[in-house]
């Protein structure tokens, strides 16, 4: 499903044809998908702006730029309450097509009238091993959750409310929002309904994320996990090089900084909160 045209057109058209619209007016802004959106599939926001915006709410988002912070940021005038649910930090990306990231270094689409998808990575047992190693790409990105932490403390002026974690009530091991969970009597939704406010904390090791284009998942590493990361050790191990994999980042080290930047973001929130 990542990998349909249908789905990325629909996101590029998503402000113009859904938000614009109510851009002048609106004041409370829910925007959850099921999908991790962002980066693949890309959106932009920056062509909107919403002068009366007091409440936003983002589910399940890929962050990767400063250009998306700023973005929030842009709405600082206004702005009382901000909610961050599931929204990961993409940190490296890993694929082996040529010429596949725009200006913005997200994935462009080639080849899509044709047929009807975006471009798959080459595998490593299809290429000889110089060819493969050539189209390997591994760009990292340098934006961390301190970063965003610490340009909100600094700028949101007016924001009284900041949740940040993830709702207990996401359902991802399910297929479809109607599908029945194991064990379970009633049908539930992959995202929260109704249930936006019922953010907690989370584990760090899903703070941010790395996109593997060879299964099309992000995941927390390329490390060799079949359960978390989606390779196949057995593939890994007879396809792979080690030095390939040594390209690779380890996953950020600085949960210290994220965790104390969190701390005087909410600080200065408390602070805004007082009635005087």
């Known amino acids: 499903m990542i990998q349909s045209a249908e789905l990325h057109s629909f996101w590029q058209r998503f402000p113009s044809d859904f938000l614009q619209p109510a851009s002048g007016t609106l004041t ?4 959850y998908t ?27 988002h890929i962050f990767f730029s400063q250009y998306q912070v700023k973005w929030i940021i842009s709405h ?27 200006k913005d270094y997200c994935p462009r689409s080639q080849n899509i009238a044709e047929h009807n998808h975006w471009s798959y990575s080459q595998f490593s047992y299809n290429l000889e091993r110089q060819e493969f190693l050539s189209m390997l ?11 965003v932490f610490t340009l909100f403390a600094v700028s949101m002026h007016r924001l009284r409310v900041f949740r940040w974690g993830k709702s207990k009530h996401w359902l991802m091991s399910t297929t479809s929002r109607w599908a029945e969970p194991e064990g379970g009597t009633e049908n539930r939704p992959i995202m929260p309904w109704e249930d936006e406010y019922d953010i907690k904390s989370w584990d760090a090791e899903d703070w941010y994320v790395v996109w593997n284009d060879w299964t099309h998942q992000y995941t927390a590493s390329f490390e060799p996990d079949p359960e978390n990361s989606g390779w196949d050790t057995a593939i ?6 080690i030095e390939w994999l040594a390209l690779f980042d ?24 007082i009635v005087f």
């Open 76 to 102: 600082s005038g206004t702005l009382e309450e901000l909610n961050l649910d599931h929204c990961s930090i993409l940190y490296q990306a890993g694929y082996a097509i040529e010429d596949w990231l725009d």
């Open 28 to 31: 409370k802004l829910f925007l």
């Open 250 to 273: 380890k996953y950020p080290d600085c949960d210290t900084k994220d965790r104390e930047a969190l701390q005087e973001l909410q600080r200065k929130v408390e602070i805004n909160t």
């Open 236 to 241: 890994l191990e007879k396809y792979w090089d």
């Open 34 to 60: 099921d999908v991790r959106v962002g980066w693949f599939p890309k959106l932009d926001l920056r062509g909107i702006h919403f002068p009366c915006l007091r409440s936003l709410m983002l589910g399940n």
């Open 137 to 147: 790409r591994v760009p990292a990105f340098s934006l961390r959750w301190y970063h």
